[in-house]
């Protein structure tokens, strides 16, 4: 028993792993806001996984960015609703 | 020739041939009969090569017989040619070994079964199987089982029980005292007067005649102890029913499984009565004396053998069962390996189930739906079997069953079955708990069969089978998803075979069936309303305070039950202490059903976890309550960094009791230099140098674990614990 591929975790983990060179020449803040893209990517690992991508990297990316894209939906509401109640 | 009816208890090798059995029955005692039973194992190969192994044999040992025939093959589904070679329970596995030593090349079938396995596939038998037995003088002429392992419930034998208890463990003390219980009676015999101590045990063993002797460390220390004393003084002590034979001493030892290693003590096996070591039985700590029975029953493992052995084990011979029942050969040594694959098909299948993140924070009225033993259903529905092509959707296989779905198919029908008589008992039935551990040891033989398809050294196993199981699984939890989530539902969580979901004004049962109906419709699987939670809280993850987990979490069900998962009380490696303050802390909540309710209630845990705290920076703790069982990952040798469990591990070591790979140690943390201190009767520990700041880090990790949904983590908690509980700020504010 088994697996020979890592699991969509693992890979998540060894691909944030690979870009600590690029992470450490980051300024403190950025760091912290790559670190929650990668989190955004692990939100969806079952489906990274599920995918079974050759180029999984392509599927965290879009992952990171369907997680932006929540958060500009959210913000929009917000802003549709806070720009409603000045017209109001 | 006379007859009786009895149940059957014991079934081994007799010493020259054939096999002895032993019988409870209710009129005539205990009876020991004998029966002729020879045994046939196989072996094939080049022609030539096989004619040699042929000569070899008839000329080496004559009084076998052997014969060239022809036996299916499961893989090819075709008859092969193949040396039959029938010879004596007793004496097969010595000869499977001399000849596979002189002819390695050749392929052997059936030459490791139990006779116990082959004696139930002949007869139908299985332990406290219900007979009608014919005999004459001591020879068993005939057996007809009135029973059936599939039966709910079996009629009852007269099982005589005697239980010995030892007043301390023997890992870390000398025990100075055994008490007996057997009949309502209860007898004390201090084992320090060897003669008179060996004495009153013989004499409660010839008068009492037990079918089951039930021990604490029987295995590892009562048994040999109580062995070596009788030689010690001459006085012969008689474990054993069969005055013909010894007791049998299995080695101890260590093995990888599931990504660990594991520890199985020696074993002591009795002949004619069954020796049960709750220490050593698999799966004691969960189940009981019930389970070890039904997972007997169902295996048709000896009642002594399925106590100790893994379900895998068991899986293996019901699988073993039905292949000789169908005449298809049994490999010893499986040679089928991986089809070959391309990279993608590789990619595409070599995955696990479904697991996802599940939504943070609290939900009330969580319906939790699961598929009733998924994979055991999947392989049992879609006819799963390694000599069958792979089905590549949910639904009905146009192939007659295979080998896997007829070995399954009344396990997990007896398994449906338990669970709605369960279902139908009211809460307070005392019969509950009964029906439980049985129901849960079939359990275990079905989560088992799967994982046990993809074990390379499986005899029935076959990668390729075991992945299309787990891809329908992920399939049909894919399509309960996409069925909730038409119906309004939104998907809190899915995990492998359940999904929890809510939805507005459904909190209860019948809110959730036509979710169910629509599931079943799309999956053609069983699935069941597990339960409905008033409120369960997602937990996040330790490293990561954005993430959530995928088992970690608790929660209150609709019934007044709870459900813990992934959190400190669930491991094995937590003080005493700390997980009945974790229990305390739940306690408090079990009792809200909305999460405002858990909200009013946190000033009170708060209050707890507070004094308990305090109690424990003040060192007002028993030390017992204090000790951690580390499990032991490699040999001593082996650690470059002295964990804690390894410099436990050598100070026991150092008194003369090493601890072997895979058993736990249990220690205390220290503070300075080393570390740690084993916890042993002859190890003095000075309750001055228990590391107390280091066991308060842990108290807070365990209380934020429950506390951290109401906005309490452990910085906050930490804060509310320094100021003596004057601050209380909720993490968003920190």
Redesign the interface.
Known sequence: MGRTIPSANQYLIQEQESFSRFRRALRRSDQLALDELFAAARKHAAALSYASHALPFEVALLSMLLEEHKEVMRLRQIVEALSQQQDG | MAEFSGWLLDLYEGQQSGVVLWFVTREAGRVRLYQDFPVTFYISGAEKELKKAGIFLQSHFPFIKVIFTSRKDLYSQNHIPVLAVETQPARIAALVRRISKQFPVLDYYDADIPVAIRYAAQFETFPLAYCRVTYEGEQLQAIEVLDSPWELDPPAPPLRILQIDLDCDPRYGKPELLTVHFDDKEHHIPIQYESSSLIRLNSILTNFDPDLLLTNSGDIWLLPHLLEMSKRTGIALNFNRDPNRPVMIKKEGSYFT?GRIVYRGQQALLFGRCHIDSRNAMLWQDYDLTSALEMARVTRLPIQTAARCSPGTGINMMEIITALKQGVLVPWQKTHGEEVKT??E???N???G????PVKGIHENVGMIDFISLYPSIMTYCNISPELPIPKDLGNSPFPPGLIPITLKPLLEKRVAMKQHLLALPPDNPLKPYYQARASSLKMLLVCCF?YM???AAKFGRIESHEAISALG?EAL?RAKEAAEDMGFTVLH?YVDGIWVKKEDCSQPDDFLPLLNEIIERTSLPIALDCIYSWVAFLSSKQ?S??TVPNRYFGARQDGSTTVRGIEIRKHDTPAYITRMQEDLLGIFENASTAQELQDLLPRALALVLERYKNLRAGRVRLADLVVHKRMSKELSAYRVRSAAAIAAQQLKDIGQPIRLGQRVPLVYTIGHPGACAWHVHIPLDPRSVNYAYYCKLLVRAASAILQPLQMDEAALNTYLISDGIIQIPIELL
């Open positions: 599931y990279a993608y590789l990619l595409r070599d995955q696990g479904l697991v996802y993140q994982g993809g074990y390379k992920r894919l899915l990561d954005h993430m």
